[in-house]
């Protein structure tokens, strides 16, 4: 069984200053780095996933922006694979599912930013090809939502999201996932 790290989209436009705020993507850094420093420790696949936006409607991760850069917090090294997307599913037309089968890998574990979206949507296609998937809870952000005239609070919907993904592999915290590789 070989398990790799999948970090999504922590990128400067998501922490503050940024063009998309969330609210605790410096939190959700920090423990996606303990989970980065645990698997090059143990020299297990990493895989950093980038998200450049290429609609011309697009207002943060524009190509060649200071926002779209990986934040430093998590910062690649040389050699780790940096997977460029362009959809929120980390694995729609890119190599991410090729380069995981290269390495036999049959378990991912998943941390990074929005919850609600690219986190929500790797997860379940991960589950979806066959993966066994934890998510990370307290290495993932989001922010509030609204529909109609309610506004959804930032907690409630990473909350919701995380309950939803229980249905497609575990959910656990930085310390649990740590406990478990």
Known sequence: ????????????????????ELVGSDEASAQARKLLDHFRAKAQPTFHIQHISLSKTATFFLPDSEGAKIHSSIAPLTGEPIVVKHFPNSFRETTLLDQLKALNVDTVIIAGMMTHMCVDATSRAAADFGLKVTVVADACATRALTYGDTTIPAEHVHKSFLAALKSYGQVLTTGEALAQS
């Open 1 to 20: 069984m070989t398990t790799a790290l999948i970090i999504i989209d922590v990128q400067n436009d998501y922490f503050p200053g940024g063009k998309m």
